[in-house]
């Protein structure tokens, strides 16, 4: 709300070589039947005379038949009939050539993977053996077998032909792979059509942490996940926190209290934008995660972390940053384990609001931000429902603004949105930001209540 408010953001020879060499001699045809002879003299310069006259019989106009494997192509032409032009190479199994073509291309794309963060100036026979290699020794593939049998290498990408499509699928584990104190990221081309087949990263296959100063890589999820699926908000941000600052403390605060599913940092990226930033997460279930941390203080200013406002899918149930400190403090929440996985069950559950019996409404409460002076002039009352309307649409869309000045509800504000989802974004939105200094409640509210105009809590 304007001045009140404390935001977080502003936020390809078509002749070919049947073509053949004009002939300077002519043809007569053999006497006709009965003793007659022909007038007809082939003077065409094409091997077989396509003329093009009536089609009625006994007319003498009767098109030759093509010798076989030549399938004639009936053309506009000058007459009642067309211009006929033998095409060779188009028999009888053409359709079947082709359509064994297409499998063979089709096979050959489950049997490829991408391959990014190529380092520069990489020959093709050393990054095949480094993943013939690397299958070898995680058991992936047989002990003397070669699953890689080809790369392409571009400048800061390749492809890589796997002699299997069970290869290629195998191949996949080695996504995040160290490489030059790179991490590689290995997933499926963009023009891939086949089936999903789950993987898992190098880092999750073999144990391992990435490097210190390898950045990870994303892993490769179900069809339909995005990066907007895994990308998340951080509000309130000062010109003193650096982007590599902020991604670090974040993502040691996840792997802290267990909410990484796997080992390293699972926040791949930060980028800074004046008074916010983005982040974007390893999965979009630590995404999810990470909205636990809403309101972590750093460098003496908390932290306001949500979805983004172009993010369209549904409400994600969350806590804020005290609720896991206490839960973590208390033992609900449990380091990760040695091998570095995180307690991803108990990390799952903390994701949930506190009370598991709310059902979602489209109605939102908020309270703890009005006082009854806030209330007394109309001016200032006005001031205050226009502000809200401006703020709370931004999260879907808004119908109805009530706030009662006297009796139930006083000094509560009732949002109705038009869908449940939509009212899950306020309240994810709302819930712990500052309103004149005092902290937003934010929770749902019967719809059936509101239908009466009945705002006691």
């Given at each position: 709300?304007?001045?009140?408010?404390?935001?977080?953001?502003?936020?390809?020879?078509?002749?070919?070589?049947?073509?053949?060499?004009?002939?300077?001699?002519?043809?007569?045809?053999?006497?006709?039947?009965?003793?007659?002879?022909?007038?007809?003299?082939?003077?065409?310069?094409?091997?077989?005379?396509?003329?093009?006259?009536?089609?009625?019989?006994?007319?003498?106009?009767?098109?030759?038949?093509?010798?076989?494997?030549?399938?004639?192509?009936?053309?506009?032409?000058?007459?009642?009939?067309?211009?006929?032009?033998?095409?060779?190479?188009?028999?009888?199994?053409?359709?079947?050539?082709?359509?064994?073509?297409?499998?063979?291309?089709?096979?050959?794309?489950?049997?490829?993977?991408?391959?990014?963060?190529?380092?520069?100036?990489?020959?093709?026979?050393?990054?095949?053996?480094?993943?013939?290699?690397?299958?070898?020794?995680?058991?992936?593939?047989?002990?003397?077998?070669?699953?890689?049998?080809?790369?392409?290498?571009?400048?800061?990408?390749?492809?890589i032909e796997c002699a299997t499509i069970h290869d290629a699928n195998q191949a996949l584990n080695m996504n995040g792979i160290p490489f030059m104190n790179i991490a590689l990221r290995v997933s499926r081309p963009s023009k891939y059509i086949g089936p999903y087949v789950p993987s898992k990263t190098w880092q999750q296959l073999t144990g391992q942490p990435l490097p210190p100063g390898c950045q990870p890589v994303p892993e490769n999820g179900p069809p339909g996940e995005d990066k907007i699926d895994r990308e998340l908000f951080v509000g309130n941000t000062t010109q003193e926190m650096t982007e590599e600052a902020l991604r670090e403390f974040l993502g040691k605060a996840l792997e802290q209290v267990g909410l990484s599913n796997g080992p390293g940092n699972p926040i791949l990226s930060?980028?800074?934008?004046?008074?916010?930033?983005?982040?974007?997460?390893?999965?979009?279930?630590?995404?999810?995660?990470?909205?636990?941390?809403?309101?972590?203080?750093?460098?003496?200013?908390?932290?306001?972390?949500?979805?983004?406002?172009?993010?369209?899918?549904?409400?994600?149930?969350?806590?804020?940053?005290?609720?896991?400190?206490?839960?973590?403090?208390?033992?609900?929440?449990?380091?990760?384990?040695?091998?570095?996985?995180?307690?991803?069950?108990?990390?799952?559950?903390?994701?949930?609001?506190?009370?598991?019996?709310?059902?979602?409404?489209?109605?939102?409460?908020?309270?703890?931000?009005?006082?009854?002076?806030?209330?007394?002039?109309?001016?200032?009352?006005?001031?205050?429902?226009?502000?809200?309307?401006?703020?709370?649409?931004?999260?879907?869309?808004?119908?109805?603004?009530?706030?009662?000045?006297?009796?139930?509800?006083?000094?509560?504000?009732?949002?109705?949105?038009?869908?449940?989802?939509?009212?899950?974004?306020?309240?994810?939105?709302?819930?712990?930001?500052?309103?004149?200094?005092?902290?937003?409640?934010?929770?749902?509210?019967?719809?059936?209540?509101?239908?009466?105009?009945?705002?006691?809590?």
């Open positions: 709300m304007s001045g009140r408010y404390e935001r977080s953001a502003n936020y390809r020879s078509s002749r070919g070589s049947y073509d053949r060499r004009p002939r300077s001699r002519s043809r007569s045809p053999p006497a006709a039947r009965g003793g007659g002879s022909s007038n007809h003299n082939y003077h065409n310069n094409n091997q077989y005379n396509y003329s093009s006259g009536h089609h009625g019989h006994g007319h003498g106009h009767d098109i030759p038949v093509p010798p076989p494997g030549v399938t004639p192509i009936v053309l506009p032409g000058s007459g009642m009939g067309g211009g006929i032009v033998p095409v060779p190479g188009l028999g009888m199994g053409m359709p079947n050539l082709l359509a064994q073509a297409q499998a063979q291309q089709m096979e050959k794309i489950l049997r490829e993977l991408f391959v990014g963060n190529i380092p520069p100036n990489i020959p093709e026979m050393v990054l095949r053996e480094f993943f013939n290699g690397a299958m070898k020794r995680t058991g992936l593939c047989a002990p003397n077998a070669s699953p890689v049998v080809g790369v392409r290498i571009s400048p800061k990408f390749a492809f930060c980028r800074m934008s004046g008074k916010y930033a983005f982040i974007e997460l390893r999965t979009v279930d630590e995404a999810k995660k990470a909205m636990n941390l809403n309101n972590i203080p750093f460098m003496g200013i908390q932290l306001r972390i949500g979805r983004p406002s172009k993010w369209t899918g549904e409400h994600t149930p969350h806590g804020n940053w005290e609720d896991i400190l206490a839960k973590f403090m208390s033992g609900e929440l449990q380091l990760p384990h040695a091998g570095g996985q995180g307690n991803t069950g108990t990390a799952q559950n903390t994701a949930e609001p506190e009370d598991q019996n709310v059902t979602p409404t489209k109605i939102v409460a908020l309270s703890n931000m009005l006082t009854k002076e806030d209330l007394e002039l109309d001016q200032d009352y006005e001031d205050i429902l226009e502000d809200t309307k401006e703020e709370c649409s931004s999260f879907g869309s808004l119908i109805e603004v009530i706030i009662p000045r006297s009796g139930a509800g006083e000094g509560m504000i009732f949002l109705e949105y038009a869908t449940e989802a939509d009212a899950g974004k306020a309240i994810e939105s709302l819930r712990g930001r500052t309103f004149d200094g005092r902290k937003v409640e934010a929770i749902y509210f019967s719809e059936e209540k509101y239908s009466k105009n009945d705002y006691s809590g």
